[in-house]
């Protein structure tokens, strides 16, 4: 059993390994305040081995690591929620790069959580544990990789930030590597300058080196032979066959034309060799056809549809497609389109978030698709894929800071962003068709955020930064770099790699570069729409906030919820009260809205002494009646106060049921008020009740 103790931060980061799961190939858990993951890696051969490296990381929250029992029927962790799959996206997307190009075992990663003091996040935890289960086991791992979390709170960056922190943070940047180069980075900001962004990297960067450094006294001298062996002869025919050909592919500036010709290729190569050579075929085709397009791009440093390196392609923006919902947007940018839709809920449409933290509510979602016909394919439509989850999420990091504050806009937020056509970076054409779809709606957002995707192809020291990738690019190129961001800073970002040679000193031309591109693509979002439309649609439901003392909550809702059930009946309103005091009302009909809050102000207002009222006589007495006026007060008009003129009997004038304008003329809080029906008269009433006063008051009055 060995450990490792690591000063990151404010704490230790403890890494033991040897201690549990002693039959994986490889574990480690991972201790950082009283948050504690194991992570384990298992490795195992395959008879038939697949085109790609069948890498499976699995993160699972077992809620009993907070010390709670999970909810619904089965009481048990069910299967993975979002944020689960989120990082175990995270992970995978930290370690992928950094294993031998030819090495197609299958490998799985499992961390889990059993401890969870809700302050220090376990996703840095897994990536470490990956890596370091990793380091151990005796795979081929070409690392260690570390990771760490860097928050920047008044003006000050802080390596891995408790949650408390992050409340208060404008940047959230998780990000990994090994010693030499940056493997992946994700997080969102708001509105940071891209200086602060750089330095933040940096200064992350210079952590991971310390744990990397501590990890590599653990690691093992890796044997192995590569899983799939290629023939030479059948390489060298290959790489020889595609170079005399590959010079004609300028002449097809399109995806679907170069995918043509790409297996035109493949299909004369076929007939070079007999069938049973058709597997290691294809797969030298494919390996030889990415290294020699990337070779040409550099060589020529021009892109296959003609391109620059730093050139976006054409961009289309229409909003307002669809009649019956509440804001929607087409955004189009080249080969690449994205349908965003809007709507506007209530209160009652928020999400409730479970698991190891607190629970809690989202106001704002956003659920990305990606059908198969987006890219020529036909495949089953089935639930969300953790590619689905993982676009959606970044989209929606990159919109959340710059919506408006719930006491401003209370409504609860979904956008639906279908991809109708994929070359490249649909999840930033997502961002911008949801930022046109918001503005659409009338969200009340500052600004537009705009998103985009750079690529980089890098052999040695001589690279190419591309602008706009395609599909194409982003499969042979060694970068996927998103950013989103408004004319102000950057507000989401997120940067796979498939090579350990990305240095920090490639980052600030990256982000030079992806600067330029969001001016231009703002300018082209801005002449389709610039502000928020004047008003919602009229589809979406009315929402009107009253802020009340916490204090008079009971009052408004009334013994056995009486009140509130009367107001809902009457106005036909749906009515929502928090426990800081925010009543939100909602109706399709704005006018249902006001006469809610004209009860509920009715039921919480303080007694003004002089004030006329509205009420209704609910009890007679010998020597006066009560009347139920502002809601639920009540107050005794005296008999002498009923009219102008003396009355015998308080029945002479007024009924049970009777609705009669009273002035206030004396309050005492505890609930005793005293009304006056004559003082609420005008003059013209006073006169008309005096001129039909019975004759006994008259005769009475000349006494």
Same mark, same amino acid.
């Given at each position: 059993?060995?450990?490792i103790?690591?000063?990151?931060? *404010? ?5 033991e ?11 480690a ?5 009283d948050t ?5 890696a ?5 008879e038939?081995?697949p085109?790609f ?7 699972? *929250?077992?809620?009993?690591?907070a010390?709670?029992?999970p ?7 069910g299967r993975p929620?979002e ?7 995270l992970?995978?997307r930290s370690?992928r790069?950094?294993f ?19 302050? $220090?996040?376990?996703d840095?935890l +897994?990536? %470490?544990?990956a890596?370091?289960?990793?380091t151990v086991?005796g795979?081929?791992?070409l690392g ?9 709170i008044?003006d000050?960056?802080i390596i891995n930030?408790t949650?408390t922190?992050?409340a208060?943070?404008?940047? *959230?940047?998780?990000i ?7 493997t992946?980075?994700?997080? &969102? ?8 962004? !750089? ?7 210079? @952590?991971?080196?310390t !744990?990397v450094s501590?990890?590599?006294? &653990?690691k ?5 032979e590569?899983?799939?062996v290629i023939p030479e002869e059948i390489?060298?025919?290959v ?19 170069r995918?043509?010709f790409?297996n035109?290729i493949f ?12 597997k ?9 056809? $990415?290294?020699?397009?990337r070779?040409?791009i ?7 549809d003609?391109?620059?390196s ?7 923006c229409?909003t ?23 709507t506007?809920?209530?209160?009652? =449409?928020?999400?409730?978030?479970e ?14 698709n990606?059908p198969?016909f ?5 495949v089953p439509?089935?639930g969300?894929s ?8 970044l989209?929606?990091?990159s ?7 719930? =006491?401003?806009?209370p409504?609860?937020?979904r956008?639906?962003? @279908?991809?109708l056509?994929s @070359?490249?970076?649909s999840?930033m054409?997502? !961002?911008?068709a949801s ?5 659409d709606?009338g969200?009340p957002i ?5 998103? %985009?995707?750079?690529?980089?192809i ?19 190129g060694?970068?996927d770099?998103?950013?989103a ?5 950057i507000t989401g ?16 031309q ?8 969001h001016k231009?693509?703002?300018q082209?979002? $801005? ?12 589809f979406?439901?009315?929402i009107?906030n009253?802020?009340?003392?916490p ?5 408004v809702?009334?013994p056995?919820?009486?009140n509130?059930?009367?107001?809902i ?5 749906? %009515?929502?009260?928090?426990d +800081?005091?925010?009543? +939100?009302? +909602?109706?399709?009909d ?10 509920i102000?009715e #039921?919480i207002?303080?007694p003004?002494?002089g004030? %006329?009222?509205t009420?209704?006589?609910?009890k #007679?007495?010998?020597?006066?009646a ?25 029945e =002479? ?8 304008k !009273?002035?206030?003329?004396?309050s005492?809080?505890p609930g005793k $008020?005293s ?6 008269l005008?003059k013209?009433e006073? *006169? ?6 019975p004759?006994?008051s008259?005769?009475?009055?000349k006494?």
């Amino acid at each position: 059993m060995q450990k490792i103790e690591i000063p990151i931060g *404010e704490k230790k980061l403890v890494i033991e390994e040897g201690l549990m799961a002693k039959q994986a190939h490889g574990s480690a858990l991972i201790r950082y305040g009283d948050t504690v993951v194991l992570a384990t890696a298992v490795s195992s051969k395959k008879e038939e081995y697949p085109d790609f490296f069948p890498l499976t990381c699995d993160y699972k *929250e077992h809620v009993s690591a907070a010390g709670k029992i999970p909810g619904g029927f089965f009481k048990r962790e069910g299967r993975p929620t979002e944020r689960e799959t989120l990082i175990s996206r995270l992970t995978d997307r930290s370690i992928r790069p950094v294993f031998p190009d030819d090495y197609r075992d299958a490998v799985q990663i499992i961390s889990q959580v059993f401890s969870a003091d809700q302050e $220090n996040d376990p996703d840095i935890l +897994s990536i %470490i544990g990956a890596s370091a289960s990793l380091t151990v086991s005796g795979i081929p791992f070409l690392g260690p990789v570390g990771a760490v979390k860097v928050g920047y709170i008044d003006d000050k960056f802080i390596i891995n930030p408790t949650a408390t922190q992050m409340a208060n943070s404008s940047l *959230e940047l998780t990000i990994a590597g090994t010693d030499r180069a940056l493997t992946m980075m994700e997080g &969102w900001a708001k509105e940071i300058s891209e200086d602060i962004f !750089v330095e933040a990297v940096k200064i992350g960067f210079d @952590n991971i080196k310390t !744990v990397v450094s501590h990890l590599k006294q &653990w690691k093992k001298e890796i044997h192995y032979e590569p899983s799939v062996v290629i023939p030479e002869e059948i390489n060298d025919l290959v790489k020889e066959f595609i170079l005399s050909q590959i010079s004609d592919v300028y002449n097809y500036p399109g995806k679907q034309e170069r995918n043509e010709f790409y297996n035109k290729i493949f299909e004369e190569l076929k007939q070079k060799v007999s069938e049973d050579s058709y597997k290691p075929l294809k797969i030298s085709y494919e390996t030889n056809l $990415n290294q020699i397009i990337r070779n040409l791009i550099l060589e020529k440093k021009q892109r296959l549809d003609g391109r620059k390196s730093d050139e976006i392609r054409e961009i289309e923006c229409i909003t307002g497609l669809l009649p019956r919902t509440h804001g929607s947007a087409l955004f189009t940018r080249g080969q690449t389109q994205c349908l965003s839709s809007l709507t506007l809920g209530t209160s009652i =449409d928020e999400q409730r978030i479970e698991g190891l933290y607190p629970e809690s509510t989202k106001k704002f979602m956003l659920h990305y698709n990606f059908p198969s016909f987006s890219v020529g394919e036909a495949v089953p439509l089935r639930g969300p894929s953790r590619r689905e989850i993982g676009h959606g999420a970044l989209a929606e990091r990159s919109l959340a800071n710059i919506l408006p504050k719930e =006491d401003a806009f209370p409504y609860t937020i979904r956008i639906v962003a @279908n991809i109708l056509e994929s @070359n490249g970076s649909s999840s930033m054409a997502t !961002v911008c068709a949801s930022s046109l779809a918001l503005m659409d709606g009338g969200v009340p957002i500052p600004r537009h955020v705009a998103g %985009i995707a750079l690529g980089m192809i890098k052999e040695e020291q001589d690279y190419i930064i591309l602008t706009d990738i395609a599909g194409e690019e982003d499969h042979c190129g060694d970068m996927d770099f998103k950013f989103a961001g408004t004319e102000k800073g950057i507000t989401g970002f997120q940067m796979d790699v498939k090579t350990t040679d990305f240095s920090f000193e490639i980052l600030p031309q990256v982000v030079n570069q992806a600067r330029k591109a969001h001016k231009e693509i703002l300018q082209v979002m $801005n002449t389709a729409i610039s502000k928020p439309r004047n008003e919602i649609s009229p589809f979406a439901p009315k929402i009107v906030n009253l802020r009340i003392d916490p204090s008079k909550i009971g009052m408004v809702i009334g013994p056995g919820g009486k009140n509130i059930r009367r107001i809902i009946e009457e106005t036909g309103a749906q %009515i929502d009260i928090d426990d +800081s005091g925010i009543v +939100s009302i +909602s109706s399709p009909d704005l006018i249902n809205c006001q006469k809610a809050v004209d009860k509920i102000n009715e #039921i919480i207002e303080e007694p003004e002494v002089g004030r %006329i009222y509205t009420g209704t006589v609910i009890k #007679i007495l010998p020597f006066g009646a009560v009347v139920k006026f502002s809601g639920e007060k009540e107050g005794l008009v005296h008999i002498s106060e009923i009219a102008p003129y003396r009355v015998s009997k308080v029945e =002479d004038v007024l009924q049970l049921g009777s609705e009669i304008k !009273v002035r206030l003329i004396e309050s005492d809080q505890p609930g005793k $008020n005293s009304l006056s029906r004559k003082q609420a008269l005008t003059k013209e009433e006073t *006169e008309q009740e005096k001129s039909k006063a019975p004759a006994s008051s008259n005769f009475h009055k000349k006494i």
